[in-house]
């Protein structure tokens, strides 16, 4: 039996590793390699005998955007990229003999924008909502004779249709999958469980079954758990009849003892394997990956599996900087790890559905996910936005969202939208609302629904905010305590915090709070943002002092593609181009910038949201020319206590908690003009030049230390890497940092030396960057300049094993050189 059990666990995660990830099956073929692309309209296109020889080749994923040029004609609020246009791809192909009589079905995880699928120059159908996956059966369009079939995709993303970055093109997988006439439909297992202790899980599982076939069909659905170690804990089977042509769920519940629970510290994920036999024949297996673990939200927090968690989350546009909107997992992989060290448990998708892989990355890392639908209902906040399609589209596309994603043990809550503008419409608003709600309910009731709101105290006059299970609250710490006094029964979160502004490694004095500054960058003392912004330190005291509030989402975690406030436009509605401040063109509001590399807010956040002792001190320690003149010095610790030393003097012990930093804080609704922080330590240093240090003391003992010192002239270059070894499969990543340093190892601050770069062996330079908010240089070049001392070059694995080595080189400056392996 064991034996038994062994080889069906092994055949299984061949099965698996055949099929990629989550509810793939094993009949799916990957279709991202071999399209051909065009990057304006086509007339006749659509036509099988179209002649497209001459279009450039290349594999998904793709986002032409990226690819640039930045120009002002372009909207800076869209990051400055020509994300609007016709492009067309198409993609040759012979039907695989194993698909003769067979369900074929051609699935995109999505494409933005505006998709129109033809195939064999018939017409097979459409989806607007770039952000949401779909799929047609093609079987009666394709050819099974051996001659070559034709797909023909048209997108078509619209200028002024997005309040950021969108990107464009067949940016995330594309798949055809083939199945016998009976088989599991798409998104077609459902699974739930409804009660998880330490002792015993129950899971539920409701399968979609279709009957394709004239016949009625008598068949075996029948699903084996997995648990994490691959080890089958248990089995559950029954026989169901399905008419011709249509469907039936099956519903089948079983338990599983001792269960090794989902939760944000370990994330144990186990699996379903449904089979589908008929006539003694598998006729398909279909697999679903699980975590085990129950939620609960009541007006006093948010329990998973009955503890309670506080939000440390993070709001993250899709888009990884220099690659677009393209999904690669390691990309985001990465983005989420960085997310976990800064100490994020939470993700909000805003302001729309993530990708497949996104999602699986967070039930691997162990985040819990608010599922976000919609950035606009009917009433638009940009002309050709989401509103054109919201009356046709909006049901289909949210009810998707939820049937796709309802097995992630990551997700939450489900969101329907962000600061939605009929929150105050008293007449309709709450019916849209109630609609929305109701239509996510319908598939999957175990999660609560949420809408963004910001315009307190409109949402609950109007009868909005009831329509929702769970109030998000978006820029408004000074009202909790009202909000709770006036409404205490209703559970509340902050869905959007903070809207902190600055550029890495810049530093503006003497500090003052200013609107804009004529560097069009942001000073990183971390106190600027536009009207309703105020530094993190405000959230953190107004969270502390209602600690019913199941906690916050920052916006945001990483810098993104366009909206480069407080530069370029008025507010995040303003219609028309925000490019009055050109060549500012993607966000400061990241805590982390468009690199990866962590801005000194990184480190703010973590201090106050892990307990493994940390330190950080700021700004850089290279002010020529201002010798004597008072430089602050901040300090973010989770540490006790912390002493500054100038030279080796001390310039005093503080106490974290007591001794208070004074911040320049005037935002809508706050009274005052300053807040006192006990979330940093500070000190008013004259500055000579040196090494500053600060020393972290936990219990009176001394237990870390950092230090800054003057950095001299930029002499070399300092290559690192994210790892040592790297997946040969053609789109696994290496991330290397670039760092100018002077001739001690010292990092230059100031630095923007041009590095130039060059890759030899099993792989190539995909994108550059250095998280400089108006730089226009290509993020495809093999050449980049520094900022604050940095740059980034992003590797891309070819599918030959070997090695693959970066070489950068800069005028004056001794090169560097680095190698990966590729396995
Ligand atoms: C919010 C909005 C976000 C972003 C942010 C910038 O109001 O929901 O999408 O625009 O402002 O502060």
């Not at 998709?115 to 099974?144: C, M, Q, T």
């Not at 003992?701 to 230090?707: D, G, H, N, P, R």
Request: aromatic share 12%.
């Amino acid at each position: 039996m064991n034996i038994a059990k062994k080889l069906l666990g092994s055949l299984f995660f061949l099965v698996l590793i055949l099929s990629g990830y989550q509810s793939a099956q094993a009949q799916d073929i990957n279709f991202n390699d071999s399209w051909s692309f065009f990057n304006e309209e086509a007339k006749g296109a659509e036509m099988a005998n179209f002649d497209d020889s001459n279009w450039r080749k290349l594999d998904l994923p793709h986002d032409w955007a990226i690819e640039g040029p930045f120009d002002e004609k372009y909207n800076a609020r869209c990051g400055g990229l020509p994300f609007h246009g016709t492009g067309w791809y198409r993609k040759h192909f012979k039907t695989p003999e194993s698909a003769k009589g067979k369900v074929v079905r051609l699935e995109f995880e999505g494409a933005m924008y505006d998709a129109h699928v033809w195939v064999n120059g018939k017409f097979v159908g459409n989806r607007p909502y770039g952000y949401i996956g779909f799929e047609f059966d093609i079987s009666k369009e394709l050819k099974y004779d051996g001659s070559e079939n034709v797909i023909a995709v048209r997108l078509q993303p619209q200028d002024l249709s997005s309040r950021w970055y969108p990107g464009a093109g067949l940016y995330r997988s594309v798949w055809l999958k083939i199945d016998e006439a009976v088989h599991v439909a798409q998104w077609g297992t459902y699974i739930t469980t409804p009660t998880v202790t330490e002792k015993i899980a129950v899971v539920q599982n409701e399968t979609t079954v279709v009957n394709k076939s004239d016949q009625k069909a008598s068949v075996t659905v029948k699903h084996e758990y997995f648990a994490p170690n691959g080890e089958m804990v248990a089995s559950v089977e029954e026989p169901i009849e399905i008419e011709a042509n249509s469907s039936k769920v099956s519903g089948l519940y079983c338990k599983i003892n001792n269960p090794l629970r989902w939760d944000t510290e370990t994330p144990n994920l186990y699996s379903a394997l449904t089979t589908i036999t008929q006539n003694g024949k598998v006729v398909d297996t279909y697999k679903t990956r699980i975590g085990l673990r129950s939620i609960a939200f009541t007006k006093d927090g948010f329990f998973l599996n009955n503890k309670k968690i506080r939000f440390n989350g993070v709001c993250l546009h899709h888009d990884n900087g220099a690659l677009g909107s393209a999904v690669y997992r390691r990309a985001d992989q990465r983005k989420l790890q960085i997310m976990k060290d800064m100490g994020v448990n939470a993700i909000r998708t805003s302001h729309n559905p993530p990708s497949r892989v996104f999602l699986e990355l967070c039930d691997e890392l162990g985040l819990v996910v608010l599922d976000e639908a919609f950035d606009v209902w009917k009433k638009a906040k940009v002309p050709n936005g989401y509103n054109v399609f919201f009356e046709e589209w909006a049901e289909r596309d949210i009810k998707d969202m939820v049937r796709r994603d309802r097995n992630h043990p990551s997700v939450i809550m489900w969101s329907t939208g962000n600061e939605i503008l009929e929150q105050g419409d008293k007449k309709n608003g709450w019916k849209v609302a109630k609609m929305l709600n109701d239509y996510c309910k319908e598939i999957d009731p175990t999660r609560p629904t949420t809408v963004g709101m910001n315009n307190y105290t409109a949402p609950y006059e109007s009868n909005f905010a009831q329509q929702t299970d769970i109030a998000g609250i978006n820029y408004k710490p000074t009202k909790y305590a009202e909000i709770r006094e006036t409404y205490p029964e209703l559970p509340i979160y902050a869905s959007e915090t903070s809207s902190c502004t600055s550029s890495r490694g810049v530093y503006h004095l003497p500090i003052e709070k200013y609107k804009t500054h004529e560097s069009i960058h942001v000073s990183s003392y971390d106190l600027i943002g536009p009207p309703w912004a105020y530094p993190p330190d405000v959230e953190f005291h107004f969270q502390e002092q209602n600690p019913y509030i199941m906690g916050e989402f920052i916006w945001t975690g990483f810098d993104y593609l366009g909206e480069p406030t407080p530069y370029g436009g008025k507010d995040n509605s303003t219609n028309g181009y925000w490019n009055g401040d050109w060549p500012s063109h993607s966000s400061y509001f990241g805590a982390v910038d468009l690199c990866g590399f962590p801005k000194d807010r990184f480190f703010l956040y973590q201090s106050h949201w892990t307990t493994k002792p940390m330190i950080h001190l700021l700004p850089h320690w290279n002010w020529e020319g201002m010798e004597g003149d008072t430089i602050p010095v901040y300090c973010y610790t989770n540490c006790d206590e912390a002493e500054l030393f100038v030279n080796g003097k001390s310039m005093g012990r503080k106490v974290k908690g007591k001794d208070l930093t004074e911040l320049i804080v005037k935002f809508i609704r706050y009274e005052g003009e300053t807040f006192q922080s006990k979330y940093r330590l500070s000190w008013n240093v004259p500055y000579e030049a040196g090494t500053i240090k600060v020393v972290g003391y936990k219990d009176g003992k001394e237990i870390l230390t950092e230090q800054i010192s003057t950095a001299g002239e930029p002499a070399k270059i300092n290559l690192s890497i994210d790892r040592s070894e790297i997946d040969a499969d053609g789109t696994d990543l290496a991330y290397v940092t670039v760092r100018i340093e002077d001739k001690d190892g010292n990092i230059c601050p100031m630095a923007d030396n041009l590095v130039n770069f060059s890759v030899k062996g099993a792989g190539e330079l995909i994108a550059v960057d250095n998280g400089n908010q108006i730089s226009l240089e290509s993020f495809q070049a093999n050449h980049r300049k520094a900022f604050s001392g940095m740059c980034l070059a992003i590797l891309r694995s070819s599918k030959n094993t070997g090695e693959i080595t970066l070489t950068a080189k800069s005028k004056k400056l001794k090169s560097s050189q680095i190698s990966i392996t590729t396995k």
